[in-house]
T-cell receptor, first 114, second 112 residues
Framework: GAGVSQSPSNKVTEKGKDVELRCDPISGHTALYWYRQRLGQGLEFLIY????????KSGLPSDRFSAERTGESVSTLTIQRTQQEDSAVYLC????????????FGPGTRLLVL | DQQVKQNSPSLSVQEGRISILNCDYTNSMFDYFLWYKKYPAEGPTFLISISSIKDKNEDGRFTVFLNKSAKHLSLHIVPSQPGDSAVYFC???????????FGTGTRLQVFP
């Protein structure tokens, strides 16, 4: 497949557990973005990578959230000690660069924290 | 502070008629605007965009209008089709940060 893929598609976890979400961007896309959408709200920017560096982490809601990227490939978003308010759809997107190019989104990971 | 606002959470339109989705923004540093369409259980897909140097961009049934002085843009879909039923997100790029800022979305329902 040529699109952005994310795994798992759904994740149910207990409060206090750690979760790891994965994103595979489109091959050749240097920029990778993480967003989340909580129920009834718009898309909320979390972090973006240019290559494997993250110039902008300002959207991460707390220090329980972290993300890393290997080269210009896979990225993982880790949420430690999950809370119920972390329940959301987490979307990943990639683009060729960061100068306004169209971002292509994955299908998202639906996270439910009980 | 919501910099990109879609004040209508939902819109219902009859098939064949025009759908008009509105979006307002507050940051004058935004210089590029995009509309995304999102079906349930899927990621948003890019629909159409417009640069701040233009006031209109048309692609088939979709036209985006930009009024910079009013900080307002709109997406027109004509004629509307049932397959257009989805959530539409307006987004803007801040030319200082290259960050894409999304609105809260408008759910469009096109009925036969």
């Amino acid at each position: 497949g040529a699109g952005v893929s994310q795994s798992p598609s759904n994740k149910v976890t207990e409060k206090g557990k750690d979760v790891e979400l994965r994103c595979d961007p489109i091959s050749g896309h240097t920029a990778l973005y993480w967003y989340r959408q909580r129920l009834g709200q718009g898309l909320e920017f979390l972090i973006y990578f240019q290559g494997n560096s993250a110039p902008d982490k300002s959207g991460l809601p707390s220090d329980r959230f972290s993300a890393e990227r290997t080269g210009e490939s896979v990225s993982t978003l880790t949420i430690q000690r999950t809370q119920q308010e972390d329940s959301a759809v987490y979307l990943c997107a990639s683009s060729l660069g960061t100068s306004g190019e169209t971002q292509y989104f994955g299908p998202g990971t639906r996270l439910l924290v009980l | 502070d919501q910099q990109v606002k879609q004040n209508s959470p939902s819109l219902s339109v009859q098939e064949g008629r025009i759908s008009i989705l509105n979006c307002d923004y507050t940051n004058s540093m935004f210089d590029y605007f995009l509309w995304y369409k999102k079906y349930p259980a899927e990621g948003p897909t890019f629909l159409i965009s417009i640069s701040s140097i233009k006031d209109k961009n048309e692609d088939g049934r979709f036209t985006v209008f930009l009024n910079k002085s009013a900080k307002h843009l709109s997406l027109h879909i004509v004629p509307s089709q049932p397959g257009d039923s989805a959530v539409y997100f307006c987004a803007a790029i801040d030319n200082n940060t290259d960050k894409l800022i999304f609105g809260t979305g408008t759910r469009l329902q096109v009925f036969p």
